[in-house]
């Protein structure tokens, strides 16, 4: 059980490693500067995540698929600068878990690796929007082609989701749960792919539908009153 950073860069390394033993209980067992470093050490320590920048000098994302055949549960998020589509939905098939981009808030960031840890995925705003803009559904997606799981919400997402329709802003759902505004949209919109919505409606539906939230509770509120 543990992390590890793949990433050719030092200071992203040491970043990352700072960031994590600050904000979470998640061990860091080694660093990988290159994809065959990163096989060998996989081997060796067998983690249960790898935090990796594919597109790092050194690294290719085919290491991805080739550690996933070998070690199926390890789980991948990716964090990488900007990248189009294409390249985002090739790393999805290939096996990565969860996606942020490296200008992400370091909430969101953070958000990624406690939610990848508890078997969850977990995209950031700007990736779901740019696989979007593809018109393509990231539900349709095969994530992991070793497992054909399906996609499960997140206790965070369902706290999220009940707040959702009980009628509270995202400002509101920011300071009631202690994150970011911006931190709470990437959800939300975590949260509209995984259930293939479009919009608050489909969100509270849903809700009403799994009784999350009573009918009676979202349409008599004094909010929408």
Do not use: W
Not at 182 to 194: C, D, E, G, L, P
Request: aromatic letters at 4%; glycine letters at 4%; charged letters at 20%.
């Amino acid at each position: 059980m543990g992390v590890i950073l793949a990433d050719s860069n030092d200071l992203m390394r040491e970043g990352m490693r700072s960031i994590l033993s600050a904000q979470t209980d998640l061990p860091i067992i080694s660093e990988a500067i290159n994809s065959e470093e990163l096989c060998e050490q996989v081997q060796s320590s067998s983690p249960s995540m790898v935090i990796l920048d594919f597109t790092s000098e050194g690294f290719t994302i085919d290491v991805v698929s080739k550690i996933k055949s070998i070690k199926p549960d390890v789980r991948f998020i990716a964090i990488t600068p900007e990248q189009n589509a294409q390249t985002l939905i090739d790393a999805l098939r290939l096996g990565v878990n969860s996606y942020v981009k490296k200008n992400c808030a370091l909430d969101e960031i953070v958000n990624a690796v406690i939610e990848t840890s508890r078997g969850n995925k977990f995209f950031c705003g700007q990736i779901l929007e740019t696989i979007q803009r593809a018109e393509i559904d990231v539900n349709h997606l095969d994530f992991d082609p070793l497992n054909c799981d399906p996609v499960i919400l997140s206790e965070r997402e369902n706290e999220i989701i009940k707040l959702v329709a009980e009628g509270n802003t995202n400002g509101k759902i920011a300071e009631l749960l202690f994150l970011s505004n911006h931190t709470v949209n990437t959800h939300r919109k975590n949260i509209m792919a995984k259930l293939g919505v479009k919009n608050t409606a489909g969100i509270v539906m849903y809700a009403v539908k799994m009784n999350i939230v009573s009918p009676n509770r979202f349409l008599f509120s004094p909010s929408n009153g």
